[in-house]
């Protein structure tokens, strides 16, 4: 069975462009949730999504947004984007929308903007 | 929301050795879940704990879920090459929005040498 599966796996973007991520959680798994790691830094919530519809947002502009499709995949787009945004952007899916089983993460998207 | 510290920021041990790390937060925490990151990869779910003084076993790695569920430890004994990377404690929002909202710990970056 295979795991989460996020593409591409890396990404080089200029400043002010658009990217979009995706994300295809374990079979079965309805919530996914994204997350951005900066170098040396724990993972920041960004969106969780569950049977389609966002649950949560964290701290992050509106140049930030997500949906998630009728078979729960998931994108993560970002909009004009900065410097700053150059991070590992991870996919987790979790069976319940409670992650109570602890969440599974994907390989993650490297992004680099310049 | 809810934070956690964790310390040390940096481990260097010999193999064989045991390495500790702990996890502390203000408030009283309704869950503590545990994270391990390779060099290069991403999270891997260890446990959660929500039960005071919790303790849990999993071959050399020892959890535990301190009495005022305020603070966690990851204890592992005789240290492997195998257990180099990034120790995350995380706190799962118990309610409300964001409901499967993780809040990561800075983490542990624990290097072993053989």
């Known amino acids: 069975d295979a795991g989460v599966t996020q593409s591409p796996t890396h990404l080089i973007k200029t400043r002010g462009q658009h990217v979009t991520l995706r994300c295809s959680p374990i079979?079965?798994?309805?919530?996914v949730s994204w997350y951005q790691q900066v170098l040396g830094q724990g993972p920041q919530f960004i969106f969780q999504?569950?049977?389609?519809?966002?649950?949560g947002r964290g701290n992050f502009p509106d140049r930030f947004s997500a949906r998630q499709f009728p078979n729960y995949s998931s994108e993560l787009n970002v909009n004009a984007l900065l410097l700053g945004d150059s991070a590992l952007y991870l996919c987790?899916?979790?069976?319940?929308?409670?992650?109570?089983?602890?969440?599974?993460f994907g390989s993650g998207t490297r992004l680099t903007v310049v | 929301g809810q934070q956690v510290m964790q310390i040390p920021q940096y481990q260097h041990v010999q193999e064989g050795e045991d390495f500790t790390t702990y996890c502390n937060s203000s408030?009283?925490?309704?869950?503590i879940q545990w994270y391990k990151q390779r060099p290069g990869g991403h999270p891997v779910f260890l446990i959660q704990?929500?039960?005071?003084?919790e303790v849990k076993k999993q071959k050399r790695l020892t959890f535990q879920f301190g009495e005022a569920k305020k603070n966690s430890s990851l204890h592992i004994t005789a240290t492997q090459t195998t257990d180099v990377g990034t120790y995350f404690c995380?706190?799962?929002?118990?309610?409300?929005?964001?409901?499967?909202?993780?809040?990561f710990g800075q983490g542990t970056i624990l290097t072993v040498h053989p």
């Open positions: 079979s079965g798994h309805k919530s």
């Open positions: 995380a706190v799962r929002n118990a309610g409300g929005t964001s409901y499967g909202k993780l809040t």
């Open positions: 987790a899916s979790s069976l319940r929308e409670d992650s109570v089983y602890g969440y599974t």
């Open positions: 408030t009283t925490l309704s869950n």
């Open positions: 704990l929500v039960k005071s003084g």
């Open positions: 999504y569950y049977e389609k519809e966002e649950r």
